[in-house]
């Protein structure tokens, strides 16, 4: 008789094991999902949003260090060259521009 107990408590361990696994992994899906929704909503709602100035960017930047996007209006429709100063960290890097 204890040898069966023994058996049975053993089967039923091997078909919960599967059975509880997946129902983790569902859950785990099912909040994966929810954040993803979240996430391109998000997203979506930093797209409709109104371009800011370019002058403010550097301010917003400082209040909130995780914005990941902004639309930005340029401060001028007019096009001016840009230039940048400084020093390359690799000394053996090149940089490539059209000419």
């Known amino acids: 008789m204890v040898g069966r107990f023994r058996s049975s408590a053993l089967g039923l361990a ?18 994966r999902y929810n954040w993803k929704n979240e996430l391109i909503a998000f997203r979506e709602q930093q797209l409709r949003a109104e371009p800011v ?10 209040a909130n260090p995780n914005n990941e996007f902004t639309r930005v209006r340029p401060s001028s429709l007019i096009p001016s060259p840009c230039g940048t100063r400084g020093q390359l960290a690799n000394p053996k890097a090149s940089v490539r521009s059209r000419r």
């Open 14 to 31: 091997l078909l919960a094991t599967p059975a509880l696994v997946t129902l983790g992994l569902g859950t785990w899906q099912m909040q």
């Open 53 to 62: 100035p370019m002058s403010e960017l550097q301010t917003m930047s400082a």
